[in-house]
């Protein structure tokens, strides 16, 4: 036989993931299609610097070419940047909450599944304990064992030197 058959084949590698597994469905907060994926997106961006930064710049702009006197589509009180303020919060408001909502579910079923890990991990820690102490148990028997022995040789030996020094046979 050629000598690969001989070899033993590798452990497969464990999944360490196997307790996350239940929970992928929530990887992703609004779902997995192109809408939803594109929502998610634009509620993370909500908060971000660059968000601010972009949002504050377009109105200190809007502001001033209207007092200015460049354009004139929204004068002073502005009642369409407070519009556009409005619009912007109706739809800012429910992503962000749905995304915190769905957050939340899936820190909890991450922190589920951790805990069932902690709890796989604890109950394998106890077998392997037990085993390693009836090991123990084993060579302490052994040890005794070969005390034993080794003491019933050394009695033998002494009363076989003993009977060869009398010159019995």
Do not use: C
Not at 33 to 38: N, Q, R, S, V
Not at 40 to 47: K, L, M, V
Not at 73 to 83: R, S
Not at 113 to 141: K, Y
């Amino acid at each position: 036989m050629p000598a690969a058959q001989h070899e033993p084949m590798p452990a497969p590698l464990p999944d360490h993931l196997r307790f996350h597994r239940p929970f992928v469905h929530l990887a992703s907060t609004f779902g997995n299609d192109a809408f939803a994926l594109k929502a998610e997106a634009f509620a993370r961006f909500f908060g971000t610097p660059t968000f601010l930064g972009a949002q504050t710049l377009i109105v200190f702009i809007w502001i001033a070419a209207n007092v200015a006197g460049l354009v004139k589509f929204d004068v002073y009180p502005f009642i369409l940047l407070n519009l556009a303020f409005s619009l912007q919060a109706a739809y800012a408001a429910p992503l962000i909450l749905l995304a915190q909502t769905r957050q939340a579910a899936r820190d909890k079923a991450h922190g589920e599944a951790d805990a069932l890990h902690r709890e796989a991990i604890a109950i394998d820690v106890a077998g392997q304990q037990a085993h390693l102490l009836a090991l123990l148990e084993q060579n302490t028997r052994l040890t005794e064992l070969t005390k034993t022995l080794t003491e019933r040789i050394e009695g033998l030996t002494v009363e076989m030197h003993q009977r060869f020094a009398r010159g019995e046979p």
